[in-house]
Each structure stands twice: as structure tokens, then as C-alpha cells.
């Protein structure tokens, strides 16, 4: 008698068909309403094979953007394994068939889940920048992204989101309802692929997703329809002040960001953009303002400078399923043109940690709660003692990378002021 071998999984799954049709059918409607959702697919043509689709990343709900406008594709999404550490996450992103990956880290686990995927000939959602963009321009990626594009061989498609920063800002909780477009376009062919070198793949990514290359027209401009509160939250993200240089004395009340030292003053609009008051300085573009505050720190920064000491609390992953981070030591955190190091207690016991600079080229981080390092398939939530800080400690930290790594592997992004100090 013939038996029958046991399939072996494959620990990835194709999303599931009827949560995929729920959200579709419930969520993808409120998303067209609430934020005038226009798709363009105009200059789409959807491979009949496995494919690749890269989008910008500004906000936490872009991935539902692209997934649902491009319905009834079903796509598996590669996201932040700090996701799956949580209720009801840790069930619901596998279901979905979402690729977990250590950021900024060497994970072969998420290149074989997205190598599982597209050799079923189906398509992966990926967004290479990251992590969500603080300063509301692309902030650039690994250089690895088109070392691997080349390796997979598939098509490529491109998603660019517009509005969707104004309408749902990353330094602040809520949405506000607004204009959100979705244009996609092909961005390579396996023609394309094969001919191509990785500096040229990596250079037409970063200008398409930048928005240097392929965006459309539009008549409308991407504003929310509102007129409250537009900056309030800002000063977690632009701490320092342009007319008095002066750190964290920024705060934020209605649609205004000041300078609690100086008094200078910007006002936002629906558009997102700044206008400063009169004798006031400001960048119109949070982008620019925030440029300004990179250029800050990396005029700082020098080999022998003073190494940057804070106490710190750790967090680490719960060996509870779905309970998220734990408290579970303290130390001193010390960073300096060699790396980051900590001493401290972790779990019980002593323990002393260094993250070198060159592996570190960006952080993830929650505002004025912690920032966070993947390293070596570990990670790891650290909460300063001045939670402020966060932000700054995020900023340093890729401005060291870019100042002393031995050799960069990342694309500088948009109007991000690591070149030019």
C-alpha cells in the first residue's frame, strides 16, 4: 500500500481569504470615505507570476492602504517583529500572512518567508525604509534592498502614497480626515532586473519612492479637511529651536508650535505646512525644520567627543505569547563614535551589551516612551530617563552611523542632512 508523505509547512502563510474580503468589505469603504481615497492603476499592468511591491512608509496604516486598494490581490506583508509580540496581533498577522523582520538586522528568516511566497507565484508587500517617517520626507533604505531584488529575480511594482502624512501624522494620535491618493505603477521587469546593477535598482527605487520620479499630477491639493489642533504632538519631533537653538523648549498648542525660551512661533495648515509669525523663524516644510535639527547634531559629533551617558530602563520580549514587552532590567546606556554600550541588569542578572555603530544605521522608537535596537536576532526596548529624548537619541544615532561607520550601507533618503554638515 502507497502512503501518503505528511506536506511539511512552510511556516508562512497565503493571507487569509475571508479576513482579507472582511476588511475589503468593511475597512477599504471607511478608508475611501474618510480620507477621499483616490487609487491610480492607471500605468498598472499586474504581473501573472510572483511580484514585489515596494511603498513609502509614513503612517501606520499604509500597509491597508496598499492592500486593500490593490484587492482582490492578496499580498503578504513583511512588517516589524515588535507587532507580533502583541494581543490581538500575534494571531491576526500571521493569519494575514504578514513575514515578521528583525529591522535594521540580518533576519534570514524573513528573506526565506518572502522566498516561500514568491516561489508560490503570488506577491509580498515590502517597505524598505523601515520604519514610519518622523520627518515627513523618505528617509531612505538599506542598500541590501536592491541586492536582494536582484536575487529574487520577480517583477517590481510601486506604490506612492501622498497625503496620507498630512492626514495622519506620525507625531500624533489620531487620524484627521482629509485627501489620500495610492498611484501604482511597474517599476521593474525581470528584463529590467537582470540588466540592471544593484546601484542603478537602489537609485530607481529611492526616486520613485521619494517622489523625484513617478508621482502624477494632481489638481487637489493633500490637506485635511479640519482646522483644529493641526500641530499639536509636533515638538515630540522637532525639539529644537532655529532662532535660539535651544533643545526641548519647543511645545505645541491648536495649530501652533513655539519656543518656550525665545517665543519664536509657526503656525500650521491644512496642507501641513508652517508659516512663522512675525520675527519668528521657521521652515515651511516639517522636513526641512527637521534637516535642520540633523545638521544640529552632526556638527556636534567628532571623534573625541564626549561619550553620551543616560540611565536607562530595558524591555524586553514577554515569554508570554501576545504580551507584548516587558520591564525587566535598568542600566547606563553610553553612546559614542564606537557604538552603544549598556551595563546594567537584565532579567537578574548583570549584564554588559555593545551595539557597534555600523550595525546600527536607524532605530525604530515610540515617542517620549523608548527607542529600540534589533541586534543579532535579539531586541530590545530602552526607556531614557528623560523619555523626551527619544527622538534625539534616534537622530543621534543615525548621524553617528553616518559620521564614523566604517562603510554605509544606506541611501541618505530626502532632505535628511547627513550630507551636508
Known sequence: MKVKKKKQKDG??????AIYFIAYALVYPALKVYFRLK???SNLKMPKGPYIVLSNHYTMVDFLLVMLSLYPQRLNAVGAQKWFLYKPLHKLLPAVGCIPKNMFDPDVRSIIGMKTILNKGKGVLLFPEGRCSSSQAYVGMHKSTGKMIKKFGVPVISSYI???????????????????????RNLFSEEDIKTLSIDEINAAIDARLSGDEGALPHKKPFQTFGNKQLAEGLHQVLYYCPKCRKEFTTKTEGNKIFCTACGNEAMMDREGKLTPSPGSTAEKEVSLWFRDQVRNEMITLSEDMDPIIEKVK???PSPVPGAGMVESGFGIMQLDPKGWHFNGEISGESVSLFFPIDAIPAMSYDH???????FGGDYYMFVPEDPRKCIKYV??????????????MMTPGKNSGYLSY
Not at 508562512?12 to 481569504?17: F, G, L, Q, V, Y
Not at 496620507?164 to 501604482?184: E, L, M, N, Q
Open 39 to 41: 487609487v491610480d492603476r
Open 368 to 374: 517620549c516612551d523608548n527607542y529600540q535596537i534589533y
Open 162 to 184: 501622498e497625503g496620507a502624512v498630512v492626514c495622519i501624522p506620525h507625531w500624533r494620535k489620531g487620524y484627521r480626515s482629509g485627501r489620500v491618493r495610492v498611484t501604482y
Open 314 to 316: 530595558v524591555r524586553t
Open 395 to 408: 537622530i543621534l544615532a543615525e548621524c553617528m552611523y553616518w559620521k564614523f561607520a566604517s562603510k554605509i
Open 12 to 17: 508562512i502563510k497565503r493571507p487569509n481569504a
